[in-house]
């Protein structure tokens, strides 16, 4: 019997592969095998940051394989504010998933990493060898190192040990069960929560930024085939980038374009260039990724968008939504 144990299974991403291990035919490339026991835990659960109650979820779970997905995560704007939270937090979570799953011998670990943990200047397109080649952009630092230290982690624990430790770096995820709170959310659900009660409420529809920085969006439910692909497949300690090709970056006035289309809003709708903006771009390359998986189709983001605003307003009083407004 294999044990896979998904921290922050409860996310944006735990649940898309969640959702794809119960509707894929059972023995297919990305659906639930013979012999598997799948195990998605929350934070209500355990507290990763603290070293006991992590000791305990895998004492209780003993997972064969982990697909470590939780982590404190936000927008620019709550990146920017807590620095140190989003260190500290990140390092904790990450030390203590490691550590257990090496203690009980675990055959595998994927760990969820971002672009974000990429250098601020640096040769694009990003790569899998250019994580560390120098400083992540000031907005997200603390996350990012946290996050860039998994890799580290991994590395060490291969080469001192042996560990089967491995990462993947998706670009920006968003689909249903995404975090939808303006104070923290990440730039897709806040426009579309904030659309969203802008017609509600007969207010404009405000985009904080200019709209010109371009982002490279992967829907939950692709990027859910393709963790489960690299537990299945990829067994080199090296991280993986998990994205649509670079061909595909979306200008946030082109994101935001497709929410107002998706809501069927029709009101006054502009951007706030007094707020910032972020890095410009950051388009990163999946030619790996598409050497090792071979045949793969990813959702056309249109069409991922609007299934993710319907399930935003079928679902908007149980979202994750932060204060009512």
Known sequence: MSVILVTGGTGLVGTAIKHIIETEPEGSRFGKRPGEKWVFIGSSEADLRNQEQSKKLFEKYKPTHVIHLAALVGGLFINMKKKLDFLRDNILINDN????????????????????????????PLDETK????????????????????????????DQFGDNFTSAIPTNVFGPHDNFDLESAHVLPALMHKCYLAKKNGTPFVVWGSGKPLRQFIYSRDLAKLFIWMLREYDDVEPLIL???????????????AVVKA???????????????????????????????????????????????????????????GKPR
């Open 97 to 124: 998933v490691l550590h257990n799953a090496h203690e009980l011998g675990c055959k595998k670990v994927i760990s969820c990493l971002s672009t974000c943990v990429y250098p601020d200047k640096v040769d694009y």
């Open 131 to 158: 994580i560390h080649l120098g400083l992540p952009h000031e907005s997200n630092f603390g996350y990012a190192h946290a996050k860039r230290l998994v890799d580290v982690q991994n590395h060490a624990y291969k």
């Open 243 to 257: 994205s649509v090709g670079e061909d595909e970056e979306v200008s946030i006035k082109q994101a935001a374009d």
């Open 263 to 321: 809501m069927g809003f029709t009101g006054e709708y502009r951007f706030d260039t007094t707020k910032a903006d972020g890095q410009f771009r950051k388009p990163a390359s999946n030619k790996k990724l598409l050497s090792l998986i071979g045949d793969f189709e990813f959702t056309p983001f249109d069409k991922a968008l609007e299934e993710t605003v319907q399930w935003f307003q079928q679902n908007y009083e149980n979202a994750r939504i």
